[in-house]
């Protein structure tokens, strides 16, 4: 009998559980693994369901077709925003939790120095080609000259290609998806000229509660974090506390972690990830400083109307932003229509993350 690879996937799981727990309820962990089945289809249902109502101006995906190990291998790069003179190299990283391939842009204005780098983590259905296009941060990457990693979740570890984000083996340090992204990262700063200052993460969606994992658990890795219709650190620990998560209904972490130097991102009408996720984040990582924050509002001429809020130290400097816009959906903000999931009468979320990034190190 061929078990399909989801079904498959959550057995294993619940091999796992076995594994750690004793075999005194086989029984409870099998159905768990039944029920995380029908959880997950529900969540790929739901999103897809989601995505189209509430994206402004929805475009098709563009896509070509115990040691650590990386292979890169050189790949054109494309965008039909601006002509970029970069590359776009394609990769894999593989260690004891798995392997994830990636792509890489070095832009043709990296000339050798120590560059930033920054990391950016898609959201479900896509991948590295189509949220480089969506968001356009390559071409951002060749204003600033920096490197911009897209690490690349794959259909084996989950069929929507969600970062795993709601497992608890995934929100811990060196292993699961943490060590594989942390463990691309560092093998790219191993290879390239990086500014190990500056370097960022960033994401959108299940990408962007992976973004927080990874700015949580790695603080000394990465100097800030970009979170696009996210969700907060340890908001779940399994697919039916995920739904409740992205319903408002969220866990709020215990973990005494240090200061996280983050920027928020999220529409108000969003219906996928309720946007009371994003008010946790910035107040997860608001958390350690003195003064409340404060409101700027704006509006993009012909776009969404935004509030902007500002958490700043006690020297001045802001350590989060809240950008909640205004009639907004489960879409990147101020994204190109090339890419998925995009809307592009919000403020532009990805000139303000690299503006944010640049201010922390």
């Known amino acids: 009998m061929k078990l399909n690879r989801l079904m498959l996937a959550q057995m294993r799981s619940a091999t796992r559980t076995l594994w750690r727990s004793g075999p005194v309820t086989p029984g409870a962990a099998v159905r768990q693994a039944m029920s995380n089945v029908n959880a997950l289809h529900r969540v790929a249902r739901q999103q897809m369901r989601d995505f189209t109502m509430t994206v402004t101006e929805p475009a098709p995906v563009s896509t070509p077709a115990a040691a650590s190990a990386t292979t890169p291998?050189?790949?054109?790069?494309?965008?039909?925003?601006?002509?970029?003179?970069?590359?776009?190299?394609?990769?894999?990283?593989?260690?004891?939790?798995?392997?994830?391939?990636?792509?890489?842009?070095?832009?043709?204005?990296?000339?050798?120095?120590?560059?930033?780098?920054?990391?950016?983590?898609?959201?479900?259905?896509?991948?590295?080609?189509?949220?480089?296009?969506?968001?356009?941060?390559?071409?951002?990457?060749?204003?600033?000259?920096?490197?911009?990693?897209?690490?690349?979740?794959?259909?084996?570890?989950?069929?929507?290609?969600?970062?795993?984000?709601f497992n608890a083996v995934d929100q811990r340090r060196d292993e699961g998806e943490p060590s594989l992204i942390a463990g691309m990262t560092q093998a790219i700063m191993a290879t390239y000229s990086v500014d190990a200052s500056q370097v960022y993460v960033a994401g959108l969606s299940a990408g962007g509660a992976m973004a927080t994992i990874m700015g949580t658990l790695y603080p000394d890795l990465y100097a800030a974090v970009g979170v696009h219709s996210g969700l907060p650190f340890a908001s779940a620990n399994d697919l039916s506390s995920a739904l409740a998560a992205m319903k408002g209904d969220f866990r709020r972490s215990q973990l005494e972690n240090q200061p996280l130097p983050v920027i928020v991102f999220h529409g108000d009408r969003d219906t996928t990830v309720h946007p009371a996720n994003g008010e946790e984040v910035v107040a997860q990582g608001a958390r350690h400083l003195p003064q409340p924050g404060t409101t700027e509002p704006g509006n993009v001429p012909d776009g969404h109307a935004y509030t902007r809020t500002l958490y700043p130290a006690t020297d001045g400097t802001v350590q989060a932003e809240h950008w909640l816009v205004h009639g907004a959906g489960h879409a990147w903000s101020g994204g190109q229509a090339q890419g998925s999931y995009t809307d592009g009468k919000g403020p532009d979320a990805s000139r303000e993350m690299m503006r944010f990034f640049r201010t922390q190190r």
């Open 73 to 165: 291998a050189a790949a054109p790069a494309a965008t039909a925003s601006a002509p970029l003179t970069g590359t776009f190299i394609a990769g894999s990283h593989t260690n004891d939790a798995g392997t994830r391939d990636y792509k890489l842009y070095v832009p043709a204005s990296y000339t050798g120095g120590p560059a930033p780098l920054v990391v950016m983590l898609h959201g479900c259905t896509q991948d590295p080609d189509d949220f480089a296009a969506g968001t356009g941060m390559n071409v951002l990457a060749e204003e600033v000259g920096c490197l911009v990693l897209y690490p690349a979740q794959s259909k084996s570890a989950n069929p929507s290609r969600c970062w795993n984000w």
